[in-house]
């Protein structure tokens, strides 16, 4: 079973740039890579999905080298309400053929004043 | 358009019992997947359904099963409810399948006595 790595938490202040890495083997060919940010008790709420090079929206950005085997979110200028629970996810498909979708642990970021 | 929505909100059980908790897709998604997520863990993977079929199971016990509707909705059933079953059951759906953009309900709280 494939797993991914992420640091468990990281602290930045306001208007910092934050980077948050996720490692990932196995990555299944087709499969895209996505992040998502949750807030306590809430849902996983979509930041932005990638699946070579570079991806840019509103929010953030997402880096993936040539091998995937790895991605770093980068969240410019954060704000207290970035404070959050940061997850990447991607398919796996090690798993003697069924199709298993797996979160990394999480990164709880917290965005100091 | 409605995100995806998941009934009950909350729920209180005791153990032994059988829970069923239910999720309807946003319009148009035709994949539906479950995950459990234990108060301070990420979202561990339980079952995926596209086309009302199974593509993908998480390592969890037969005690839990799901299906898929034709109009795309999904329910989760829990069998002889153990207290360590108590977490936020998520649901999310895509289009067309895999890893790629999941939109999450709220989840429902399930706690066992």
């Known amino acids: 079973l494939a797993k991914t790595t992420q640091p468990i938490s990281m602290d930045s202040y306001e208007g910092q740039e934050v980077n948050i890495t996720c490692s990932h083997n196995n990555i299944a060919t087709n499969d895209y890579i996505t992040w998502y940010q949750q807030f306590p008790s809430q849902g996983p709420r979509f930041i932005i999905q990638?699946?070579?090079t570079k991806v840019t929206n509103e929010v953030a950005s997402l880096f993936i080298p040539a091998d995937r085997k790895s991605s770093t979110l980068s969240l410019p200028r954060v704000s207290l309400s970035d404070t959050a629970v940061y997850y990447c996810l991607v398919g796996d498909n090690s798993g003697a053929g069924s199709y298993q979708l797996t979160f990394g642990k999480g990164t709880k970021l917290s965005v100091i004043p | 358009d409605a995100g995806v929505t998941q009934s009950p909100t909350h729920l209180i059980k005791t153990r032994g019992q059988h829970v069923t908790l239910r999720c309807s897709p946003i319009?148009?998604?035709?994949?539906v997947s479950w995950y459990q997520q234990v108060l301070g863990q990420g979202p561990q993977f339980i079952f995926q359904y596209y086309e009302k079929e199974e593509r993908g199971r998480g390592n969890f016990p037969d005690r839990f099963s799901a299906r898929q509707f034709p109009n795309y909705s999904s329910e989760l059933n829990v069998n002889a409810l153990l207290l360590g079953d108590s977490a936020l059951y998520l649901c999310a759906s895509s289009y067309p399948r895999g890893a790629d953009t999941q939109y999450f309900g709220p989840g429902t709280r399930l706690t066992v006595l």
């Open positions: 990638g699946y070579k």
């Open positions: 319009s148009g998604h035709k994949s």
